[in-house]
């Protein structure tokens, strides 16, 4: 098939459980196709690197030659400097060095009773849902009681996260006011509203949350307004637990099927966290990135037209051979493992550090059980989404 249909056959649902072999395809056409909606893909490690560490790249939506002049200030994720490490520097001040080094770290009791908490609910029960018994759950909890969120709120997430999850997905070719983006749009507003409301009762009695730590800052150079800490506490919200829950699925899915590599963790647990690098590259959570030339920008011999959309297939990169030994197999014990599932340059991955404490958490107390389980569905169902790709459910029976 053409190579200027890849974008659209990666993102099409049917390719959700195996889009592997239309990255070997995109690379091998590569490494910049242009597409038949006008967009330019990218699939080669090097390039991918090299774009994301590059300022002549916008993170910005609103840098594109078809955005509407009245769309609003983005979160700092899509944003860029010097704005985007103004308001990442500033959420980052409750949550992580050098102003809260023990934030993170200081979780890792209670990432450890919760994740035992969730097992022990399963009880004797011989089938379980991966995703809604576990994987869901956990990262979500973690996040809102980062930021403060009480837990009879939790439940309410899930709908708006799906709506936020759907309608910033790439799309090539369709119409930027669909329902589903105006689905989006209400549940940002609403989650956005909700998050405010819940700051501003901890004025002047702080809890010791991220929230508390927001609007209680002393000096007023260091606050965010109030669009500000909707938009990237939404963000937050929806980064710190969508990414983790696949990391996590794809994780125990990605086992199950290595039988071989299960049972080598089960017998040396040392090799976890080694593990989870490699699950970060060979099933990563965050598939794509999308940026956009400030510039017309010649890459490996294209010109990219100044506006137009740039989709980093960093999943593709991660399996490009010129980069990594045997890329297509499963290796806990992989060295020279620099992938791109956190992404890369100024905007890598904000919660990284979490992320990794929750997956080798919640996969090290997994494992034990797991040489009992078997998929009861494989492939499994699918998230729609082809940037955050992950199953909807992981049905296994012990």
């Known amino acids: 098939m053409p190579a200027d249909t890849l974008l659209q056959r990666i993102t099409d649902y049917a390719s959700r459980p195996d889009p592997y072999p239309l990255y070997a395809e995109l690379r091998q056409a590569g490494p910049v196709v242009r597409q038949t909606d006008g967009s330019y893909l990218v699939g080669t490690y090097h390039e991918i690197t090299a774009l994301l560490h590059d300022p002549r790249f916008s993170a910005d939506p609103r840098s594109r030659t078809t955005a509407s002049g009245e769309e609003r200030k983005p979160p700092f994720l899509r944003l860029d400097d010097p704005e985007h490490h103004r308001l990442r520097t500033l959420t980052m001040r409750p949550f992580g060095p050098p102003h809260s080094p023990g934030r993170v770290d200081g979780m890792r009791e209670e990432i450890a009773r919760a994740t035992g908490e969730l097992l022990d609910g399963l009880g004797d029960r011989t089938q379980v849902d991966v995703v809604d018994d576990f994987?869901?759950?956990?990262?979500?909890?973690?996040?809102?009681?980062?930021?403060?969120?009480?837990?009879?709120?939790?439940?309410?997430?899930?709908?708006?996260?799906?709506?936020?999850?759907?309608?910033?997905?790439?799309?090539?070719?369709?119409?930027?006011?669909?329902?589903?983006?105006?689905?989006?749009?209400?549940?940002?507003?609403?989650?956005?509203?909700?998050?405010?409301?819940?700051?501003?009762?901890?004025?002047?009695?702080?809890?010791?949350?991220?929230?508390?730590?927001?609007?209680?800052?002393?000096?007023?150079?260091?606050?965010?307004?109030?669009?500000?800490?909707?938009?990237?506490?939404?963000?937050?919200?929806?980064?710190?637990?969508?990414?983790?829950?696949?990391?996590?699925?794809?994780?125990?899915?990605?086992?199950?099927?290595?039988?071989?590599?299960?049972?080598?963790?089960?017998?040396?647990?040392?090799?976890?966290?080694a593990a989870v690098e490699e699950l970060l590259r060979y099933e990563p959570p965050v598939q794509m990135r999308q940026r956009i030339p400030l510039a017309d920008i010649d890459i490996a011999g294209t010109t990219i037209p100044k506006g137009s959309s740039v989709v980093l297939a960093l999943a593709s990169g991660n399996r490009d051979p010129k980069r990594f030994h045997d890329p297509d197999r499963f290796d806990p014990t992989r060295t020279d493992n620099q992938h791109l599932g956190f992404g890369s340059g100024i905007h890598l991955c904000y919660g990284a550090p979490l992320a990794r404490i929750e997956a080798q958490t919640a996969l090290g107390a997994l494992i034990p059980r797991l040489g009992a389980a078997t998929l009861l569905q494989d492939p499994p169902p699918y998230r729609q989404a082809a940037m955050l790709r992950g199953p909807r459910h992981l049905p296994v029976q012990f």
């Open 135 to 273: 994987a869901y759950p956990l990262p979500v909890m973690v996040i809102c009681r980062l930021l403060g969120v009480p837990r009879e709120d939790e439940p309410r997430f899930r709908q708006w996260s799906d709506a936020l999850v759907a309608a910033a997905d790439i799309r090539p070719g369709e119409d930027t006011s669909t329902e589903r983006d105006q689905e989006g749009e209400r549940a940002r507003v609403a989650m956005g509203q909700y998050l405010v409301n819940l700051a501003e009762q901890r004025r002047g009695h702080p809890t010791g949350d991220m929230l508390s730590a927001f609007v209680n800052e002393p000096d007023p150079a260091l606050r965010l307004t109030p669009e500000e800490l909707a938009e990237n506490c939404v963000l937050l919200l929806i980064a710190g637990h969508e990414t983790t829950v696949n990391l996590i699925t794809n994780g125990v899915l990605t086992l199950l099927r290595h039988p071989d590599q299960l049972d080598r963790l089960r017998r040396d647990p040392g090799l976890l966290p």
